[in-house]
């Protein structure tokens, strides 16, 4: 691992995807920082965190010969790295939220950003963003599912052994991926899976509202929902929440 320590920037991400279209950029560079300006999550959200009290970080992971059809694979390895990482602490039920939250009970422990590279139809790369929230006690009124490791562990923690932890462990995920044990992946990922079998209330992109449970994830990533008349249905990232 080559780790390259920023104090304020303004996305990891985007340093590391710039830095990674130099030549000679190795696999496993990890970049972090105490602070971001313009911390991105899923679909355009933003990542807020207090300097220096959090796990920021991009890790640039190299993949050979990689179908981009099999994308949601290679978010089962990564989501399961972190996951696995984490469940050495006594955190309580330490799920993950399709596709790629960490939780804790009902609360939001982390959020993981995946920007791959492409050429044609193969993954060469991808630059993997983490937020974990580790030290950090007081978050704004707007967010209030976030929760920390210290709040729900009463103690502060080394950010750079749990960066450890988690590299190490998203390494072990990547060689099972590498090894195309596609199926150990995906039922590994299923079995960490929040709110699984749990009838809740969803709201669909026309913003209709229904009741339905998770029953599993296709082999191309979309959430599938059994409906109340047992029927079951498909939804992409884009398509459905969970309320």
Known sequence: MILVKLNAINS?????KKLSKEAGTANWTVVTAEHQTHGRGQMGTIWVS????NLICSVLIKVNDFKVEDHFYLNCAISLGIHDALSNYDILQLM???PNDIMSVNKKLGGILIENTLSGNMINQTVLGIGLNINQEIFPDNLPKAVSMKQLLNKDFDRNIILNQIVASIKKQ???LNQRKFEDLHRAYEQV???KNIPQMF??????KFIGKIS??????KIIIELEN???KEYDFKEIKLL
Do not use: A, H
């Open 230 to 232: 047992e029927i079951k």
């Open 12 to 16: 990891t991400n985007s340093y590391l």
């Open 50 to 53: 207090e300097k220096g009290k």
């Open 193 to 195: 899976l929040f709110k």
């Open 216 to 221: 599993g994830i296709s082999k191309q990533g």
């Open 96 to 98: 993950i939220k399709w």
């Open 203 to 208: 709201e669909n992109s026309n913003q209709q």
């Open 174 to 176: 990547i060689d099972i």
